[in-house]
């Protein structure tokens, strides 16, 4: 090899050498490459090692240049390890976890109570082979009323507080107005239910709001009876409140014959009486009956032919009586304090 073969080498070790500093971020492997450059075994200690082939006019060169690269891979050497040392001793102070700090605690999503309980509710009917159905909000008196039994100018249109919009249209008394739609839209036999919301023109205290949940269920078929009416609304309570003690009591609405309400045993005082169930020791949960047979002319269906029952839960009000909430504003409040408890 030649003087210049020789510097050429010399100069591509140091250029290596530098390359290889430049992409280290560890300690380690830059010890590492320190000790291939400059240890005892290194290239630029075996060129050294060999000068004593060389002309003494080369060997001059040689060490000359030997000795600068291997100040430069020293001076480069001692700069990263000062740099790398900064860096970690930063990044060892973000990490530094104190142990005997309280944990984060991750808030878990959770569902509305009334959700949950229609959720349940809709389980519940499904498994029974009922089919979840739905109707518009804003109605026509002619499915809200008339279609129901209940014409224009009879008094028992009081007994639904109604919001008239200037257009002509309700919104919805009940969710008893899907009724005939759906009895119009689907041929006999049906099981359906339709929850949704329902407005009334009410004064806002604990137990009203002007809006609220109901959850219709309607029945239809040859044989239906009022034997199966109670026996799947009997079993509705036992599953959703986990009630044992119900009853039930005649009761007047004009889209049903006979009409019937729902009673359970107050879960409050567990029928001793009390406020909540003024002394009576019964809660009226779910309004029921056989559907009255001009509810089916209404929507076409022969009342000859078909018989069936209908019911419609006053929901929010369910959900009170299971979660003991006392006042149903709490749960439309949004309030997170109460939501969280659930
Ligand atoms: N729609 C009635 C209401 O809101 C409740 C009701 C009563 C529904 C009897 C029914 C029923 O389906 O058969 O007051």
Not at 37 to 46: D, Q
Not at 49 to 58: A, D, G, L, V
Not at 110 to 116: C, G, L, Y
Request: net charge neutral; aromatic share 10%; glycine share 6%.
């Amino acid at each position: 090899m030649n003087s210049d073969e020789i510097l050429k080498k010399i100069e591509n070790v140091l250029n290596k050498a530098k390359t290889e500093f430049n992409q280290t971020i560890d300690e380690t492997s830059l010890e590492e490459i320190y000790k291939n450059y400059l240890g005892k075994n290194s290239l630029l200690n075996n060129i050294l090692h060999s000068m004593s082939n060389y002309e003494p006019e080369i060997r001059k060169k040689v060490g000359m240049s030997v000795n600068n690269a291997k100040i430069e891979i020293e001076e480069s050497y001692q700069n990263l390890k000062e740099k790398l040392k900064v860096a970690n001793s930063k990044s060892n102070n973000s990490l530094k976890i104190d142990l005997t700090l309280p944990g984060i605690k991750i808030e878990q999503f959770h569902q509305h109570p009334i959700t949950s309980v229609l959720n349940d509710t809709v389980e519940f009917f499904t498994s029974m082979g009922f089919e979840v159905v739905e109707g518009p909000e804003i109605e026509t008196a002619h499915y809200n009323f008339d279609a129901l039994n209940i014409p224009d100018n009879h008094p028992a249109r009081d007994i639904w507080d109604t919001f008239y919009l200037k257009c002509g249209l309700i919104p919805r008394t009940h969710t008893s107005s899907v009724q005939v739609r759906t009895m119009e839209a689907k041929k006999p036999p049906l099981r359906v239910i339709a929850p949704g919301r329902c407005y009334r023109y009410e004064s806002v205290d604990a137990t009203h709001l002007f809006m609220f949940n109901q959850v219709e269920g309607l029945f239809v078929d040859k044989t239906a009876k009022l034997s199966d009416l109670k026996g799947i609304l009997e079993s509705t309570v036992k599953h959703l409140l986990g009630v044992k003690k119900t009853r039930f009591r005649p009761a007047f609405y004009p889209f049903v014959e006979p009409g019937l309400d729902l009673d359970i045993e107050c879960v409050f005082c567990h029928g001793k009486g009390c406020s909540v169930c003024k002394s009576s020791g019964w809660i009226e949960v779910i309004p029921c009956g056989m559907v009255h047979p001009r509810v089916f002319e209404y929507a076409g269906i022969n009342p000859s032919e078909y018989k069936g029952f209908a019911f419609g839960m006053g929901f929010d009000r369910l959900v009170m009586l299971k979660y003991n909430v006392n006042d149903l504003r709490l749960l439309y409040s949004g309030n997170l304090d109460v939501l969280n408890q659930f």
